[in-house]
């Protein structure tokens, strides 16, 4: 006698089925892969600017810490007609500056005796994205995209003019700037008496049109322009290129 047995076959998947299950989920990552990389570039513009500050703090702590001397050697750093030093943080090109500010000083006479940090920057394996180099005339300091700082140092007590504007920046001697993911950015703002933001002038608004302002509003528009102003100098991921063009 013969035993009948039922066997379950499963169904597969038709040509046309997987073709609309691809393309569907080629929609879904076109859209977020934009999402992805502009979340990406945006933390990565946002350590760029962290290492601006912390390179900017780090001469202003030295030249507190060191009674006004600046933290570069002056042989290896000629000033401009404003009394203004030029740097990168290429191996070689920034005077000495990564080597005192990071503690690795090997000159015979050196700036900072005590060997003290007043930056810490990521160590990185390669040229890219942290601090590498094998010795203090080697150190290199690059951003996450691999190209180098640049930096304006000055003594002037009123400060470092500004290579995008012309304008001197008020008791800041020391700005410094990335050329950011495009190497092509804007000026940094400025405060003249006028709302100021990434180099675009804007008049201060008033409240009622056609009136004068209030010394209220008048107050109100100076602080936004200084507003303006700080998160500039904070936020410095700006291109050099147009600087140099200049």
């Not at 080629?26 to 390179?55: F, H, W």
């Not at 005077?95 to 006479?109: F, H, M, R, V």
């Not at 995008?164 to 940094?188: H, K, M, Q, W």
């Amino acid at each position: 006698m013969k035993t009948a047995t039922n066997t379950q076959h499963m169904r597969g998947f038709t040509l046309l089925e997987l073709i609309v299950v691809i393309a569907i989920l080629g929609t879904l990552m076109g859209i977020a892969y934009p999402a992805i990389i502009g979340v990406q570039e945006n933390a990565r513009i946002a350590a760029s600017s962290k290492v601006c500050a912390d390179v900017v703090a780090g001469v202003s702590n030295f030249k507190q810490d060191h009674n006004g001397i600046m933290p570069y050697y002056p042989n290896k750093a000629k000033p401009d007609k404003n009394d203004q030093i030029y740097l990168t943080t290429l191996p070689g090109k920034d005077a000495g500056l990564l080597g005192i500010l990071t503690g690795y000083e090997d000159a015979d006479i050196k700036l900072n005796i005590n060997n003290e940090p007043y930056m810490k920057p990521t160590r990185a394996e390669s040229a890219r994205d942290g601090l590498f180099g094998e010795s203090a005339s080697q150190l290199g300091l690059y951003d996450p995209w691999g190209k180098p700082y640049y930096v304006v140092m000055c003594e002037m007590a009123e400060g470092c003019i500004d290579p995008f504007t012309n304008r001197r920046i008020g008791r800041e001697n020391c700005l410094v700037y990335g050329l950011g993911p495009d190497s092509d950015g804007i000026a940094p703002a400025h405060s003249d008496g006028r709302r100021t933001v990434h180099g675009v002038n804007t008049p201060p608004k008033s409240g009622k049109k056609g009136k004068e302002m209030s010394k209220a509003e008048a107050k109100r528009a100076r602080q936004d322009a200084q507003d303006a102003l700080n998160d500039a100098i904070l936020d410095n991921i700006y291109s050099w290129k147009k600087a140099a063009k200049k």
